[in-house]
C-alpha cells in the first residue's frame, strides 16, 4: 500500500445523501474519541485530495468508522460515494479536535447537539466507555430535514444495546431525534425544543443547569453560533482543549450547506 493509504473494509449506504464506511487502522494512530482527520482520494494528476472527517469509531476499535454527506459536485465526495470493499483511501494519521472530553470539566449529564452529520463525532463518544465513567447520563438531540438522515445515529444508538457497551450505557442514554421537514414522532429544531422546554417535559428530565450540564455542539455554522448563544444564556460558557469548560463546539462542515 502506499504511504497513509488504508483499505476500506465496509461500506453502508444510508439514503441517497450519506453513507458511512469502515477502514484499516494504522497500527500507530492514537486518537481522543471525538477527534477528526484528513481523508481523501489521489486527484486525477495522483496528488491528495482530502478533507476533515470526523472519526466515528470509539478511541479503542480495531477499524476506523466514517460517515459522510455525498455533495453531488463535491471535489472529494463525487468520489468517495463509490468506494467499495478492497479499495483504498488517504488517511493523515494527525488526529485533532475540540470535541473531546478533555475540553470539559466534570459534571453529570452530557448534552450531545448535532444536526446532520454533526452526528459523527458522537458515534465515536457514545461508543466510549469514558463517557459513562465520566457523566451519569448522556442526552443525545440529533436534528435532521427528513427521517432517512437519522437512520444511522439510530442505528448507534442501538448498538450501545451490545457488548461491551451494554453493561455500562444501558438506561442511560437518552436519545432525543427530531425532523423539521418530514413527519416523525418528535419535530423541531433543536435550538426550538430546549428554548420552549419540550425537550425536558417529553424525555422527563431536569432542564439544563450549568453546575451539571455539560455540552457538545457539532453542526452548520448557523446551528453553531445558534446553540451556542442559547447554551451561553443558560449559564455554560465555551471550553477549550487549553481551557476545560461546560461546552464545546466543532463545524461539521465549512460553507453554506446543501
Ligand atoms: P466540499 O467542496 O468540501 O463541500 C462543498 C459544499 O458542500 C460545502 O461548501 C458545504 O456547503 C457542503 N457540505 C460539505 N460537507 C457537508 C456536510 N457534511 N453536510 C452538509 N453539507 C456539507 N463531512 C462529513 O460528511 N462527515 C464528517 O465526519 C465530516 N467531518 C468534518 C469535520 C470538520 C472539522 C470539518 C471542517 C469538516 C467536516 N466534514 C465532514 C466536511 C468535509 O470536510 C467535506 O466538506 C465533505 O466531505 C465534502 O467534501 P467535497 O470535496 O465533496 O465538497
Ligand atoms: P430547518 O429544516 O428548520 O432549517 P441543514 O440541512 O440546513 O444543515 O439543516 C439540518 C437540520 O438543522 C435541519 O433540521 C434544520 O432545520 C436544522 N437547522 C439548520 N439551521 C439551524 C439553526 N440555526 N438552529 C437550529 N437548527 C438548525
Known amino acids: 500500500m502506499a504511504a497513509d493509504a488504508q483499505k476500506v473494509t465496509e461500506v453502508i449506504h444510508w439514503d441517497e445523501n450519506l453513507f458511512s464506511?469502515?477502514?484499516?487502522?494504522?497500527?500507530?494512530?492514537?486518537?481522543?474519541?471525538?477527534?477528526?482527520?484528513?481523508?481523501?482520494?489521489?486527484?486525477?494528476?495522483?496528488?491528495?485530495?482530502?478533507?476533515?472527517y470526523s472519526i466515528a469509531a470509539p478511541s479503542w476499535a480495531d477499524?476506523?468508522?466514517?460517515?459522510?454527506?455525498?455533495?453531488?459536485?463535491?471535489?472529494?465526495?463525487?468520489r468517495l460515494q463509490h468506494i467499495k470493499a478492497g479499495d483504498e483511501i488517504i488517511l493523515r494519521?494527525?488526529?485533532?479536535?475540540?470535541?473531546?472530553?478533555?475540553?470539559?470539566?466534570?459534571?453529570?449529564?452530557?448534552?450531545?447537539?448535532?444536526?446532520?452529520?454533526?452526528?459523527?463525532?458522537?458515534?465515536?463518544?457514545?461508543?466510549?466507555?469514558?463517557t459513562y465513567e465520566r457523566f451519569e447520563?448522556?442526552?443525545?438531540m440529533h436534528t435532521c430535514r427528513k427521517t432517512s438522515e437519522?437512520?444511522?445515529g439510530a442505528e448507534i444508538i442501538e448498538s450501545l444495546n451490545e457488548e461491551p457497551l451494554n453493561e455500562i450505557a444501558q438506561g442511560r442514554v437518552?436519545?432525543?431525534?427530531?425532523?423539521?421537514?418530514e413527519e416523525s414522532k418528535y419535530m423541531g429544531r433543536i435550538t426550538d425544543n430546549i428554548s420552549s422546554?419540550?425537550?425536558?417535559?417529553?424525555l422527563g428530565i431536569a432542564?439544563?443547569?450549568?453546575?451539571?450540564?455539560?455540552?457538545?455542539?457539532?453542526?452548520?455554522?448557523?446551528f453553531n453560533i445558534d446553540v451556542k448563544r442559547l447554551l451561553e444564556s443558560l449559564g455554560l460558557r465555551e471550553g477549550a482543549n487549553s481551557e476545560p469548560r461546560e461546552f464545546v463546539v466543532e463545524k461539521a462542515f465549512v460553507g453554506e450547506g446543501l
Open 63 to 78: 477499524e476506523l468508522e466514517f460517515y459522510s454527506i455525498k455533495v453531488a459536485n463535491g471535489p472529494l465526495t463525487s
Open 207 to 222: 432542564p439544563i443547569d450549568p453546575a451539571s450540564d455539560r455540552a457538545m455542539v457539532c453542526g452548520s455554522y448557523a
Open 21 to 52: 464506511f469502515r477502514v484499516t487502522r494504522p497500527t500507530t494512530l492514537r486518537f481522543r474519541s471525538g477527534e477528526f482527520v484528513m481523508i481523501g482520494l489521489p486527484d486525477e494528476n495522483g496528488k491528495p485530495l482530502l478533507r476533515a
Open 93 to 130: 494519521p494527525k488526529p485533532v479536535g475540540t470535541l473531546v472530553h478533555d475540553a470539559l470539566l466534570p459534571g453529570k449529564r452530557l448534552w450531545l447537539l448535532a444536526t446532520g452529520t454533526g452526528f459523527a463525532p458522537f458515534a465515536s463518544i457514545l461508543r466510549d466507555l469514558e
Open 137 to 140: 447520563e448522556v442526552i443525545v
Open 197 to 202: 422546554g419540550k425537550v425536558y417535559a417529553d
Open 150 to 152: 437519522l437512520a444511522y
Open 174 to 181: 437518552h436519545y432525543y431525534p427530531t425532523t423539521t421537514r
